[in-house]
């Protein structure tokens, strides 16, 4: 069976993730933004659910090129994320060419200590993604979340399936971005990945929404439902 990852951005998402039977979760804040460090106090909420939580260390949004300060900074929420208890962190910088800061993650690696570690999008805007699956490899990352270089997983899967073989086993390459309960099955069939990861949200209805302050887009919310579905999906 595919394992799901759920990205979430509050504590109900949690709920909603573990209730559909994901296997693990991606704890952000800001998912509208991509995804950014989550709060301390998410953070220990989070742990306390018995499902295995991964906190993204992300500064802020925009490429992934960090200040030596934003460096700092994202060491500090490592330790935080480790002693809030949680399974694991989410990671990914990129040096001044573009390419996988090495020396940083190395860094950052070292800080989570015997915390699970996963590659994030990152290797999507890198010159050579292929390069970078190896420097994850070296690193030793558990697995690498990818869109292909696309903006969506199933426009990417040439290059997820050109990871796969490249990888070989040594690391889990978990495509992610634009995967639904309709989509998913025929990603991994194409693919031969054992793991996807997927957000599972849907729009908040106009009775949990503060109108005049909410963005024009509308907020989203993990949703059980689907997330069960793509469960069911992966493992039919």
């Known amino acids: 069976m595919t394992d799901l990852e759920v990205c979430v951005d509050t504590i109900a998402g949690v709920h909603a993730a573990k209730a559909g039977g994901a296997a693990r979760v991606e704890l952000c ?34 490429l992934f ?22 399974a694991g962190v ?10 996988l800061d090495v020396d940083t993650l190395k860094r950052l690696k070292s800080a989570a200590e015997d915390m699970g570690t996963n590659l994030h999008r990152v290797i999507d805007v890198v010159p050579d993604p292929l390069k970078a699956l190896d420097d994850a490899i070296q690193l030793g ?28 086993g040594r690391i889990s390459v978990m495509p992610g971005c634009g995967l639904t309960p309709d989509n998913v099955a025929q990603v991994v ?7 996807v990861h997927a957000a599972c949200t849907i729009p908040v209805s106009d009775i949990e929404t ?13 949703d059980a439902d689907t997330v069960r579905r793509m469960v069911s999906a992966l493992s039919a």
């Open 210 to 222: 503060f109108s005049d302050f909410d963005p024009p887009t509308g907020r989203m919310k993990t």
């Open 90 to 99: 989410v990671l990914g910088v990129q040096n001044e060419s573009g390419a």
């Open 29 to 62: 804040a800001a998912l509208s933004e991509g995804g950014l460090t989550p709060p301390l106090g998410l953070m220990r909420a989070a742990a306390d659910v018995n499902i295995p939580c991964y906190a993204m260390i992300r500064p802020r949004s925009g």
């Open 189 to 195: 069939a194409e693919t031969g990945v054992t793991e």
């Open 141 to 168: 990352f558990d697995r690498v979340l990818t869109s292909g270089g696309a903006p969506e997983a199933p426009d990417g899967l040439d290059l997820i399936k050109a990871m796969v073989k490249h990888a070989s």
């Open 65 to 86: 090129d960090f200040a030596e300060e934003e460096v700092e900074m994202m060491l500090h929420d490592v330790d935080a994320a480790k002693g809030a208890g949680l």
